[in-house]
């Protein structure tokens, strides 16, 4: 399928002899959005604005290896195996999972302000940074888009006629049948990631915080839910052809447990939370 799609759009560009991928280019970008939107939330609290820098230079790298791992070992046996190893390192040609770059670049974003970075409770900047990663998601997605990924079910093109051309040709399964086009997942999950995101900045956390149901740390685990929900949703209409793991699908999976850890995690914020609350409270009532 991927040598008979119509693709007038280049993948990158050479410089000096240097082959520069898109899909590298617009995933750093994202990443730097996220940067930059975490930077000015911890600003506006009176942080200083490279707070994040060192949490950047560790946290980044360590989300494309946790991608890249993943989706080797969704994909181990139909793509990679012991005689293909070196094709493990060829990233620029695709083939990075989210929800692995997503767990390892969390984690080493944590353990960078918890060790290092220190200054600034955890739980706030897990606050400050996790719902900017939908943005990063929202802007890398269109990497996707020049390397010829994520796609859906092959429907009809004219039940998408509200869309450039640009974007529709891209989308050509056959180049015998070009009436059909595999469903663009890329920009619908690019979608309801920035709706994702626009929730929890903007719905979520200021309505928990009137109502005081906020705790500071529930960022990841709203962002858990709402990517989870997302991906679980998006993954039965992927093409067949570019299901990761099993029929069921790793990403599918990998999805339920992310609203499930989402949930679990918030809960047991909010619990620990209010003991520690009531437990202050009783030792002053003391005094």
Same mark, same amino acid.
């Given at each position: 399928?991927?040598?008979?799609?119509?693709?007038?759009?280049? #993948?990158?560009?050479?410089?000096?002899?240097?082959?520069?991928?898109?899909?590298? &280019?617009?995933?750093?970008?994202?990443?730097?959005?996220?940067?930059?939107?975490?930077?000015?939330?911890?600003? #506006?609290?009176?942080?200083?604005?490279?707070?994040?820098?060192?949490?950047?230079?560790?946290?980044?790298?360590? =989300?494309?290896? =946790?991608?890249?791992?993943?989706?080797?070992?969704?994909?181990?046996?139909?793509?990679?195996?012991?005689?293909?190893?070196?094709?493990?390192?060829? &990233?620029?040609?695709? =083939?990075?999972?989210?929800?692995?770059?997503?767990?390892?670049?969390?984690?080493?974003?944590?353990?960078?302000?918890?060790?290092?970075?220190?200054?600034?409770?955890?739980?706030?900047?897990?606050?400050?940074?996790?719902?900017?990663?939908?943005?990063?998601?929202?802007?890398?997605?269109? *990497?996707?888009?020049? /390397?010829?990924?994520?796609?859906?079910?092959?429907?009809?093109?004219?039940?998408?006629?509200?869309?450039?051309?640009?974007?529709?040709?891209?989308?050509?399964?056959?180049?015998?049948?070009?009436?059909?086009?595999?469903?663009?997942?890329?920009?619908?999950?690019?979608?309801?990631?920035?709706?994702?995101?626009?929730?929890?900045?903007?719905?979520?956390?200021?309505?928990?915080?009137?109502?005081?149901?906020?705790?500071?740390?529930?960022?990841?685990?709203?962002?858990?839910?709402?990517? *989870?929900?997302?991906?679980?949703?998006?993954?039965?209409?992927?093409?067949?052809?570019?299901?990761?793991?099993?029929?069921? =699908?790793?990403?599918?999976?990998?999805?339920?447990?992310?609203?499930?850890?989402?949930?679990?995690?918030?809960?047991? /914020?909010?619990?620990?939370? /209010?003991?520690?609350? #009531?437990?202050?409270?009783?030792?002053?009532?003391?005094?």
């Amino acid at each position: 399928m991927m040598n008979e799609m119509l693709s007038y759009l280049p #993948k990158g560009f050479s410089i000096f002899g240097l082959e520069i991928a898109f899909y590298a &280019i617009i995933i750093l970008f994202g990443a730097l959005m996220a940067l930059f939107l975490s930077s000015f939330e911890a600003r #506006k609290e009176g942080y200083s604005w490279d707070f994040f820098v060192t949490v950047f230079i560790i946290a980044f790298p360590s =989300g494309i290896i =946790g991608a890249r791992l993943w989706y080797v070992i969704a994909e181990w046996q139909k793509e990679f195996g012991w005689d293909n190893f070196a094709q493990i390192f060829r &990233i620029w040609d695709g =083939g990075l999972a989210i929800q692995g770059g997503a767990i390892l670049g969390i984690t080493a974003g944590v353990l960078v302000v918890v060790f290092l970075r220190r200054g600034m409770n955890p739980l706030q900047a897990v606050d400050f940074a996790v719902p900017n990663i939908l943005v990063a998601q929202v802007i890398g997605r269109w *990497g996707n888009f020049f /390397n010829h990924e994520v796609y859906g079910m092959v429907v009809d093109r004219s039940s998408w006629s509200f869309l450039p051309d640009f974007i529709l040709n891209q989308m050509v399964d056959n180049l015998n049948n070009p009436e059909f086009i595999d469903v663009p997942l890329f920009l619908v999950e690019g979608i309801l990631n920035l709706i994702g995101f626009l929730t929890i900045v903007h719905f979520i956390f200021p309505l928990c915080k009137k109502h005081n149901a906020y705790c500071v740390g529930d960022g990841l685990g709203y962002y858990l839910i709402l990517y *989870g929900a997302v991906r679980s949703i998006l993954e039965p209409m992927r093409n067949p052809t570019y299901i990761m793991g099993t029929e069921v =699908g790793a990403s599918f999976v990998m999805a339920i447990l992310f609203i499930v850890c989402g949930i679990v995690l918030i809960v047991t /914020n909010h619990v620990i939370t /209010n003991f520690r609350t #009531k437990n202050y409270r009783k030792k002053g009532s003391l005094k």
